[in-house]
């Protein structure tokens, strides 16, 4: 029998989790199936546990659920204490181990397949959300100049900002007015509104890298203004989904894939 894991959310129809997955498996003949798991809105912890009574052996966590996924997990590692949310948990007998592989992901995509130089750079981070908080100290680790967060209500900002060490910088995005950065990464739920984030015009530097962690919804607004204001590369969060799917599959099976081929796949499904 092979070996289960699933995405757990709500709504986990439209996850693009198993056909990665099954390409993983496929390039590093590992006998698993993965599926999508559908819980209730008030019935992850349940759903969790039917799934791991049923012998699941993972569960990759999408919304809504990473947060309650933090409390469930028995045991959690440097990057889910950091996050405060877990988006890949893995069944070890009665143990539960709780990890969080999006900030890693991103890191991940912006270094190896896009060539950003994280380190030495100056990076904006929009929203202090949950998925600000999720890469902020993969991002800390590349020793950037300056990591600056930004967000419509500065108290949150500085909340978030306090919570880790390294100087972090917090601002409004009014105060951003006449700063520079080489790359800005947004972080916000924006761009699923069709919004873009009160961004002051200037802040990308010359050479500058736009990342908007969405993905699959052509140019958004914020990439269309980064395009405008003259960032030299724009890109969406395809790669970060496929380089964290990585970094779960490596926890799971101890075997690291290669991701080029898997994304090159999706960049063509969704051309």
């Known amino acids: 029998m092979p070996d289960r894991y699933a995405v757990i959310g709500n709504p986990v ?19 698993l199936v993965y599926e999508r798991l559908l819980a209730p809105a008030d019935a992850f912890i349940a759903t969790a546990n039917a799934y791991h009574a049923g ?18 997990a028995g045991r959690l590692s440097e990057s889910a204490h950091a996050a405060q949310a877990v988006n890949t948990l893995k ?4 143990a539960i181990v709780g990890d969080n592989t999006d900030g890693a ?12 130089a994280v380190a030495g750079a100056r990076v904006l981070l929009l929203g202090a959300g949950g998925a600000a ?8 680790e590349q020793q ?29 995005y009014a105060a951003l007015a006449g700063r520079q950065f080489d790359l800005v990464v947004n972080a916000t739920s924006a761009s699923l509104a069709g919004e873009l984030p009160p961004l002051p015009p200037g802040v990308f530097a010359r050479g500058a890298l736009a990342y908007d962690m969405m993905y699959g919804m052509g140019e958004t607004p914020f990439l269309a203004f980064a395009r405008a204001e003259g960032a030299a590369t724009c890109a969406d969060g395809l790669g970060m989904l496929v380089e964290q799917a990585a970094e779960s599959f490596f ?9 080029a081929p898997v994304l090159k796949l999706l960049r063509h499904a969704t051309a």
């Open 133 to 140: 908080r999720g890469v902020i100290r993969p991002l800390l």
């Open 105 to 116: 992901g991103l890191v991940r995509d912006l270094v190896r397949n896009l060539g950003c």
């Open 91 to 94: 069944f070890e007998g009665d």
């Open 13 to 31: 129809a439209h996850s693009k989790s198993p056909q990665i997955h099954a390409e993983f498996a496929r390039q590093t003949g590992q006998d």
């Open 144 to 172: 950037p100049t300056q990591l600056v967060i930004a967000n419509r209500t500065l108290a949150k900002a500085q909340l978030l900002a306090q919570s880790f060490s390294g100087g972090l910088e917090a601002d409004t």
């Open 55 to 72: 012998g699941g052996r993972g569960l990759n966590v999408t919304l809504p659920f990473k947060g309650e996924a933090y409390g469930y």
């Open 251 to 259: 926890i799971w099976r101890g075997v690291r894939p290669d991701t």
